[in-house]
């Protein structure tokens, strides 16, 4: 249970998200999203109540992309830019973005695990939000995978401003993309502030250590 959680994310930020499992890391993501109906405080978005107009500028994966893997890559941008009423051409940009135009007729079971989650950044970016909420996109990936979804979210960030709000338990990966971190523990957030903050009281590993007994 969360409880006490106060922290903000200003615009154009990578803010990483850490906790041990069961820390509430993923209920303070689904409540960001509104998928989750918090009993007490407010959460806001651009200074602005959450509701649906401001959850359109959001973005999010949570874990795994939700694919149609017997349709190709193309065809699973398709889907989402048609719900989202999104013009074709940005379909093209998205997959220029995530590095998947030589993939776009392909069959998506038959990309990598790799590619998968770079589709599934493409769909959470299709409709161009200023927000990205992502909770542990490089679980399970190989060290290839991590690194180019790293790669795509630094170069999200970078060439559009995106704010991104990352949850993951890879403190080594948190290093080297965030600008600031949260720690939560036991439903609380111990932890808020800049990355060099945070690091001038300890290192990252041994904050983590201490939270994780």
Known sequence: ?????????????????IG?????????VKALLGLVKPFSGDI??????????????????????????????????????????????RIDQVLEITGLVEERNKPTKNLS???KQ???????????????????P???????????????????????HTTILLASHLLIELEKIVTHIGMIQKGVMAFSGTLESFKEKDSLENQYRKISK
């Open 1 to 17: 249970m969360l409880r006490d959680i106060d922290f903000q994310v200003q615009r154009g930020e990578i803010y990483g998200l």
């Open 20 to 28: 041990p499992n069961g820390a509430g890391k993923t209920t303070l």
């Open 44 to 89: 806001r978005i651009n200074n602005e109540l959450l509701n649906n107009k401001q959850l359109a500028n959001v973005g999010s994966l949570i874990e795994r992309a939700p694919l149609y893997n017997h349709l190709r890559v193309y065809d699973n941008l398709k889907i989402n830019a048609i719900q989202f009423g999104v013009h074709e051409n």
């Open 113 to 115: 695990l790799g590619m």
């Open 118 to 136: 770079r589709l599934g950044i493409g769909l959470a970016i299709l409709h161009n939000p200023g927000v990205l909420i992502l909770d542990e």
């Open 138 to 160: 490089t679980n399970g990936l190989d060290p290839d995978g991590i690194i180019q979804v790293r790669e795509l979210l630094q170069s999200i960030n970078q060439k559009f």
